[in-house]
Nanobody
Framework: QVQLVESGGGLVQPGGSLRLSCAAS????????MGWYRQAPGSQRDLVAR???????NYADSVKGRFTIDRDNAKNMVDLQMNSLTPEDTAVYYC????????????????WGQGTQVTVSS
């Protein structure tokens, strides 16, 4: 019913920058929280950054001051600007959205993107 499509991953050298984008489409009535999570090999999926529908944000301690999340409510998009990247940022990054779906009443579902690989290496 709702699809999230991510773009912008890739290979970058330490100290470099990348910008991830995620676009939501489908039977969307309203999107509440949107966020980015990441999962490194052998690790659990962890929150990186999250933004509410009125632009309140929170970040993992490890990315504060380096990453910035923002959203465009009119386009149902959320971006993650990542600066000063380190090898520890290497992971698959997933976009998430908490969505009230058209025709589903007040129920809010969490949807996930397919993931995009970010590799930080020299």
């Amino acid at each position: 019913q709702v699809q999230l499509v991510e773009s912008g991953g890739g290979l970058v050298q330490p100290g470099g920058s990348l910008r991830l984008s995620c676009a939501a489409s489908g039977r969307i009535y309203k999107i509440y929280h949107m966020g980015w999570y990441r999962q490194a090999p052998g690790s659990q999926r962890d929150l990186v950054a999250r933004i509410t529908s009125d632009d309140n944000t929170n970040y993992a301690d490890s990315v504060k001051g380096r990453f910035t999340i923002d959203r465009d409510n009119a386009k149902n998009m959320v971006d993650l600007q990542m600066n000063s990247l380190t090898p520890e940022d290497t992971a698959v990054y997933y976009c998430s959205a908490d969505v009230a779906v058209v025709g589903a009443g007040q129920t809010v579902y969490r949807y996930w993107g397919q993931g995009t690989q970010v590799t930080v290496s020299s």
